[in-house]
Protein backbone atom coordinates (compact mmCIF):
# COMPACT_ATOMS: atom_id res chain seq x y z
CA UNK A 1 0.00 0.00 0.00
CA UNK A 2 2.73 2.20 0.28
CA UNK A 3 3.39 2.55 -3.99
CA UNK A 4 0.40 4.37 -5.16
CA UNK A 5 -1.51 1.24 -7.05
CA UNK A 6 -3.35 2.56 -10.53
CA UNK A 7 -6.99 2.42 -10.18
CA UNK A 8 -9.47 1.34 -12.59
CA UNK A 9 -11.16 3.72 -15.10
CA UNK A 10 -13.33 1.11 -17.06
CA UNK A 11 -15.08 -1.72 -16.42
CA UNK A 12 -12.82 -3.67 -18.06
CA UNK A 13 -10.12 -2.44 -15.99
CA UNK A 14 -12.17 -2.94 -13.37
CA UNK A 15 -13.15 -6.69 -14.14
CA UNK A 16 -8.96 -6.90 -14.42
CA UNK A 17 -8.13 -5.44 -11.40
CA UNK A 18 -10.12 -6.84 -8.84
CA UNK A 19 -9.76 -10.38 -10.68
CA UNK A 20 -6.58 -10.29 -8.25
CA UNK A 21 -7.31 -11.65 -4.70
CA UNK A 22 -4.48 -9.34 -3.34
CA UNK A 23 -4.96 -6.50 -4.91
CA UNK A 24 -8.45 -6.31 -4.30
CA UNK A 25 -7.46 -6.63 -0.44
CA UNK A 26 -4.97 -4.14 -0.67
CA UNK A 27 -7.53 -1.55 -1.86
CA UNK A 28 -10.52 -2.47 0.24
CA UNK A 29 -7.99 -2.23 3.36
CA UNK A 30 -6.85 0.86 2.11
CA UNK A 31 -10.82 2.01 2.56
CA UNK A 32 -11.38 0.49 5.47
CA UNK A 33 -8.73 2.22 7.40
CA UNK A 34 -7.56 4.92 5.36
CA UNK A 35 -4.85 6.17 8.14
CA UNK A 36 -3.35 2.91 7.51
CA UNK A 37 -4.21 1.56 11.06
CA UNK A 38 -5.57 -1.56 11.35
CA UNK A 39 -8.12 -1.08 14.12
CA UNK A 40 -10.70 -4.40 15.51
CA UNK A 41 -14.17 -3.16 14.35
CA UNK A 42 -15.73 -4.69 17.24
CA UNK A 43 -13.36 -3.58 20.09
CA UNK A 44 -11.43 -1.09 18.40
CA UNK A 45 -8.01 -2.14 19.71
CA UNK A 46 -4.60 -1.84 17.29
CA UNK A 47 -3.04 -5.06 18.90
CA UNK A 48 -3.40 -7.98 16.22
CA UNK A 49 -1.78 -10.57 14.27
CA UNK A 50 -1.97 -10.77 11.22
CA UNK A 51 -2.72 -14.28 9.29
CA UNK A 52 -1.94 -13.75 6.17
CA UNK A 53 -2.62 -16.63 4.51
CA UNK A 54 -6.27 -16.33 5.54
CA UNK A 55 -6.37 -12.20 4.78
CA UNK A 56 -7.29 -11.96 8.25
CA UNK A 57 -6.48 -10.85 11.81
CA UNK A 58 -6.73 -12.40 14.95
CA UNK A 59 -7.67 -9.39 17.69
CA UNK A 60 -5.66 -9.68 21.02
CA UNK A 61 -8.19 -7.06 23.03
CA UNK A 62 -11.25 -9.19 22.27
CA UNK A 63 -9.93 -12.45 21.23
CA UNK A 64 -11.48 -13.05 18.29
CA UNK A 65 -11.19 -12.55 14.44
CA UNK A 66 -12.02 -10.23 12.10
CA UNK A 67 -11.59 -9.39 8.43
CA UNK A 68 -11.98 -6.31 6.21
CA UNK A 69 -15.29 -7.34 5.83
CA UNK A 70 -16.50 -7.22 9.54
CA UNK A 71 -18.39 -3.71 10.07
CA UNK A 72 -19.07 -3.05 6.44
CA UNK A 73 -21.99 -3.47 3.81
CA UNK A 74 -19.85 -6.62 2.72
CA UNK A 75 -20.09 -8.30 6.50
CA UNK A 76 -21.57 -11.81 6.41
CA UNK A 77 -21.83 -12.17 2.51
CA UNK A 78 -20.20 -15.76 1.34
CA UNK A 79 -19.96 -13.53 -2.29
CA UNK A 80 -16.22 -12.42 -3.22
CA UNK A 81 -14.91 -9.12 -3.19
CA UNK A 82 -13.91 -9.11 -6.95
CA UNK A 83 -18.10 -9.61 -7.43
CA UNK A 84 -18.92 -6.90 -4.86
CA UNK A 85 -16.64 -4.29 -5.99
CA UNK A 86 -17.77 -5.02 -10.22
CA UNK A 87 -21.55 -5.21 -8.80
CA UNK A 88 -20.65 -1.61 -6.76
CA UNK A 89 -19.24 -0.40 -10.27
CA UNK A 90 -22.07 -1.31 -12.03
CA UNK A 91 -24.53 0.48 -9.76
CA UNK A 92 -22.99 3.57 -9.32
CA UNK A 93 -22.28 3.98 -12.94
CA UNK A 94 -25.79 2.71 -14.72
CA UNK A 95 -27.14 5.97 -15.80
CA UNK A 96 -30.64 4.77 -15.79
CA UNK A 97 -30.09 2.25 -12.91
CA UNK A 98 -29.62 -1.53 -13.45
CA UNK A 99 -32.04 -4.50 -12.44
CA UNK A 100 -30.85 -7.18 -10.36
CA UNK A 101 -31.26 -9.84 -13.10
CA UNK A 102 -28.53 -7.75 -15.09
CA UNK A 103 -26.42 -8.22 -12.14
CA UNK A 104 -27.36 -11.56 -11.19
CA UNK A 105 -26.03 -12.45 -14.91
CA UNK A 106 -23.31 -10.49 -15.22
CA UNK A 107 -22.10 -11.51 -11.96
CA UNK A 108 -23.31 -15.26 -12.09
CA UNK A 109 -24.89 -15.43 -9.17
CA UNK A 110 -28.44 -15.75 -8.05
CA UNK A 111 -31.34 -12.65 -8.17
CA UNK A 112 -32.02 -12.98 -4.79
CA UNK A 113 -28.30 -12.54 -3.83
CA UNK A 114 -28.04 -9.60 -6.37
CA UNK A 115 -31.09 -7.93 -5.20
CA UNK A 116 -29.69 -7.98 -1.44
CA UNK A 117 -26.15 -6.43 -2.69
CA UNK A 118 -28.04 -4.08 -5.01
CA UNK A 119 -29.74 -2.89 -1.56
CA UNK A 120 -26.19 -2.80 0.70
CA UNK A 121 -24.75 -1.03 -1.71
CA UNK A 122 -27.73 1.51 -2.73
CA UNK A 123 -26.98 2.05 1.31
CA UNK A 124 -23.15 3.33 0.63
CA UNK A 125 -24.95 5.25 -1.95
CA UNK A 126 -26.90 7.64 0.80
CA UNK A 127 -25.31 10.58 1.48
CA UNK A 128 -25.08 10.74 5.38
CA UNK A 129 -23.15 13.81 5.81
CA UNK A 130 -25.38 16.71 4.19
CA UNK A 131 -24.67 19.99 4.00
CA UNK A 132 -27.34 22.32 3.34
CA UNK A 133 -28.31 23.58 0.20
CA UNK A 134 -28.33 27.27 -0.74
CA UNK A 135 -27.62 30.27 1.28
CA UNK A 136 -27.82 33.87 0.87
CA UNK A 137 -27.59 34.76 -3.02
CA UNK A 138 -28.10 31.32 -4.35
CA UNK A 139 -30.82 29.85 -6.30
CA UNK A 140 -33.33 26.77 -5.01
CA UNK A 141 -35.57 25.03 -6.72
CA UNK A 142 -38.40 23.08 -4.72
CA UNK A 143 -40.94 20.40 -6.23
CA UNK A 144 -42.73 16.95 -5.64
CA UNK A 145 -43.89 14.16 -7.69
CA UNK A 146 -45.50 10.91 -7.19
CA UNK A 147 -43.98 7.27 -7.77
CA UNK A 148 -47.00 5.88 -8.65
CA UNK A 149 -48.66 2.21 -8.47
CA UNK A 150 -45.84 0.66 -7.08
CA UNK A 151 -48.07 -1.83 -4.78
CA UNK A 152 -49.90 -2.77 -8.47
CA UNK A 153 -46.75 -5.06 -9.03
CA UNK A 154 -47.59 -7.36 -5.53
CA UNK A 155 -49.32 -10.34 -4.91
CA UNK A 156 -52.85 -9.31 -3.51
CA UNK A 157 -51.87 -10.95 -0.23
CA UNK A 158 -48.51 -9.48 0.24
CA UNK A 159 -49.96 -5.81 -1.08
CA UNK A 160 -52.89 -5.86 1.60
CA UNK A 161 -50.48 -6.92 4.24
CA UNK A 162 -47.99 -4.10 3.36
CA UNK A 163 -50.46 -1.59 2.74
CA UNK A 164 -52.72 -2.16 6.13
CA UNK A 165 -49.10 -3.01 8.21
CA UNK A 166 -47.32 -0.10 7.14
CA UNK A 167 -49.82 2.44 5.89
CA UNK A 168 -48.50 3.07 3.06
CA UNK A 169 -50.92 4.12 0.02
CA UNK A 170 -50.95 3.13 -3.61
CA UNK A 171 -48.78 6.38 -4.40
CA UNK A 172 -45.29 7.56 -2.53
CA UNK A 173 -45.00 11.31 -2.89
CA UNK A 174 -41.41 12.38 -2.90
CA UNK A 175 -39.89 15.98 -2.46
CA UNK A 176 -36.61 17.21 -4.44
CA UNK A 177 -34.79 20.24 -3.83
CA UNK A 178 -31.93 21.71 -5.79
CA UNK A 179 -29.52 23.89 -5.84
CA UNK A 180 -29.07 25.60 -9.29
CA UNK A 181 -25.53 25.06 -10.22
CA UNK A 182 -25.14 22.48 -7.27
CA UNK A 183 -26.44 19.29 -5.32
CA UNK A 184 -29.79 17.94 -5.52
CA UNK A 185 -32.09 15.87 -2.66
CA UNK A 186 -34.46 13.93 -2.68
CA UNK A 187 -36.82 11.88 -0.09
CA UNK A 188 -39.98 10.17 0.21
CA UNK A 189 -42.71 11.93 2.39
CA UNK A 190 -45.61 11.36 4.46
CA UNK A 191 -47.92 13.69 2.66
CA UNK A 192 -47.78 17.05 0.45
CA UNK A 193 -48.98 18.91 3.65
CA UNK A 194 -47.23 21.98 4.73
CA UNK A 195 -45.06 20.62 7.91
CA UNK A 196 -43.95 17.71 5.49
CA UNK A 197 -42.36 19.82 2.67
CA UNK A 198 -41.64 22.61 4.83
CA UNK A 199 -39.78 20.04 7.53
CA UNK A 200 -37.76 19.05 4.43
CA UNK A 201 -37.38 22.65 3.12
CA UNK A 202 -35.97 23.90 6.55
CA UNK A 203 -33.86 21.08 7.22
CA UNK A 204 -32.09 21.03 3.95
CA UNK A 205 -31.49 24.26 2.51
CA UNK A 206 -29.68 27.43 4.15
CA UNK A 207 -32.29 30.55 5.16
CA UNK A 208 -32.47 33.25 2.72
CA UNK A 209 -31.71 31.10 -0.25
CA UNK A 210 -34.03 32.02 -3.41
CA UNK A 211 -36.69 29.30 -3.59
CA UNK A 212 -38.42 28.53 -6.64
CA UNK A 213 -41.88 26.33 -6.48
CA UNK A 214 -45.10 25.63 -7.40
CA UNK A 215 -47.94 27.14 -6.29
CA UNK A 216 -49.24 24.33 -4.14
CA UNK A 217 -50.49 25.95 -0.87
CA UNK A 218 -48.21 23.79 1.47
CA UNK A 219 -45.11 26.05 0.38
CA UNK A 220 -47.37 29.44 1.60
CA UNK A 221 -45.22 30.81 4.86
CA UNK A 222 -41.56 30.18 3.91
CA UNK A 223 -41.13 33.79 3.70
CA UNK A 224 -39.54 35.96 5.34
CA UNK A 225 -37.03 33.35 6.22
CA UNK A 226 -36.11 32.21 2.42
CA UNK A 227 -36.87 34.67 -0.70
CA UNK A 228 -40.08 32.24 -1.92
CA UNK A 229 -41.48 32.85 -5.49
CA UNK A 230 -44.18 30.88 -7.07
CA UNK A 231 -44.75 29.91 -10.45
CA UNK A 232 -48.52 28.64 -10.95
CA UNK A 233 -48.28 25.76 -13.19
CA UNK A 234 -51.61 25.95 -14.40
CA UNK A 235 -50.86 28.72 -15.98
CA UNK A 236 -46.90 28.63 -17.45
CA UNK A 237 -44.11 26.79 -16.49
CA UNK A 238 -41.45 29.25 -16.97
CA UNK A 239 -41.63 33.03 -15.86
CA UNK A 240 -37.85 34.50 -16.09
CA UNK A 241 -36.19 32.84 -12.90
CA UNK A 242 -38.99 31.78 -11.76
CA UNK A 243 -39.00 27.76 -12.84
CA UNK A 244 -38.55 23.96 -11.65
CA UNK A 245 -37.41 22.74 -14.68
CA UNK A 246 -33.94 21.51 -13.04
CA UNK A 247 -36.20 19.33 -11.51
CA UNK A 248 -37.81 18.19 -14.21
CA UNK A 249 -34.95 16.85 -15.20
CA UNK A 250 -33.98 14.94 -11.98
CA UNK A 251 -37.57 13.43 -12.00
CA UNK A 252 -37.26 12.27 -15.61
CA UNK A 253 -33.98 10.33 -14.18
CA UNK A 254 -35.21 8.99 -11.41
CA UNK A 255 -38.71 7.86 -13.11
CA UNK A 256 -36.95 6.34 -16.26
CA UNK A 257 -34.94 4.10 -13.66
CA UNK A 258 -38.19 3.27 -11.76
CA UNK A 259 -40.12 2.33 -14.92
CA UNK A 260 -37.52 0.69 -17.18
CA UNK A 261 -35.30 -1.36 -14.59
CA UNK A 262 -37.11 -1.33 -10.87
CA UNK A 263 -40.46 -2.63 -12.51
CA UNK A 264 -41.55 -3.55 -9.04
CA UNK A 265 -40.28 -1.56 -6.65
CA UNK A 266 -42.21 -1.57 -2.89
CA UNK A 267 -43.21 1.42 -1.24
CA UNK A 268 -41.14 0.34 1.44
CA UNK A 269 -37.63 0.20 -0.37
CA UNK A 270 -38.29 3.15 -3.27
CA UNK A 271 -36.39 6.15 -0.48
CA UNK A 272 -33.35 3.53 -1.31
CA UNK A 273 -34.10 4.04 -4.99
CA UNK A 274 -34.17 8.22 -4.83
CA UNK A 275 -30.89 7.35 -2.88
CA UNK A 276 -29.53 5.53 -6.02
CA UNK A 277 -30.55 8.21 -8.33
CA UNK A 278 -29.43 11.04 -6.03
CA UNK A 279 -26.11 9.95 -6.04
CA UNK A 280 -25.31 9.38 -9.32
CA UNK A 281 -26.73 12.92 -10.23
CA UNK A 282 -24.61 14.61 -7.39
CA UNK A 283 -21.70 12.60 -8.69
CA UNK A 284 -22.39 13.39 -12.40
CA UNK A 285 -20.02 14.99 -14.54
CA UNK A 286 -20.37 18.22 -15.58
CA UNK A 287 -18.65 20.96 -18.25
CA UNK A 288 -17.33 22.33 -14.93
CA UNK A 289 -16.22 19.29 -12.98
CA UNK A 290 -15.38 15.79 -14.81
CA UNK A 291 -16.14 12.87 -12.56
CA UNK A 292 -15.48 9.84 -14.32
CA UNK A 293 -16.71 6.13 -13.80
CA UNK A 294 -13.62 5.18 -11.46
CA UNK A 295 -13.95 8.34 -9.45
CA UNK A 296 -17.83 7.56 -8.53
CA UNK A 297 -17.18 4.33 -8.07
CA UNK A 298 -13.84 5.64 -5.63
CA UNK A 299 -16.67 7.82 -3.57
CA UNK A 300 -19.28 5.05 -3.08
CA UNK A 301 -16.54 3.06 -1.99
CA UNK A 302 -15.38 5.22 0.46
CA UNK A 303 -18.96 5.20 2.29
CA UNK A 304 -18.62 1.07 2.73
CA UNK A 305 -17.42 1.07 6.13
CA UNK A 306 -20.49 1.54 9.52
CA UNK A 307 -23.12 0.95 6.77
CA UNK A 308 -24.48 -2.78 7.56
CA UNK A 309 -27.68 -3.85 7.12
CA UNK A 310 -29.52 -7.36 8.02
CA UNK A 311 -31.31 -9.57 5.59
CA UNK A 312 -34.23 -9.19 8.34
CA UNK A 313 -33.52 -5.51 8.10
CA UNK A 314 -33.93 -4.88 4.57
CA UNK A 315 -37.02 -7.24 4.08
CA UNK A 316 -39.07 -6.16 7.25
CA UNK A 317 -40.11 -8.60 9.73
CA UNK A 318 -40.74 -11.56 6.94
CA UNK A 319 -38.30 -13.06 4.54
CA UNK A 320 -41.35 -13.49 1.93
CA UNK A 321 -40.78 -10.76 0.13
CA UNK A 322 -41.15 -10.39 -3.38
CA UNK A 323 -37.47 -9.40 -4.50
CA UNK A 324 -38.52 -7.93 -7.56
CA UNK A 325 -36.24 -5.46 -9.98
ZN1 LIG B 1 -11.16 -6.76 19.17
Not at 305 to 313: H, L
Request: charged share 25%.
Amino acid sequence: MSTPVKLPKTLQEAVSFFSDPQKTFDYAVSLRWPTGKVTCPRCESTEHSFISTRRLWYCKGCKKQFTVKVGTIFEDSALGMDKWMIAVWMIVNCKNGISSYEIARALGITQKSAWFMMHRVRLAMHNKDFVKLGGPGSEVEVDETFIGGAARFMHSERRKRVITERGVKDKMAVIGILERGGKVHANVIPTRRKHHLQGEIRAHVAAKSAIYTDALMSYQGLNPDFAHKTIDHAERYVEGQIHTNGLENFWCLLKRGLKGTYIAVEPFHLFRYVDEQVFRYNNRATKDHFIGDGDRFQIAMSHIANRRITYEQLTGKGTDAVHQA
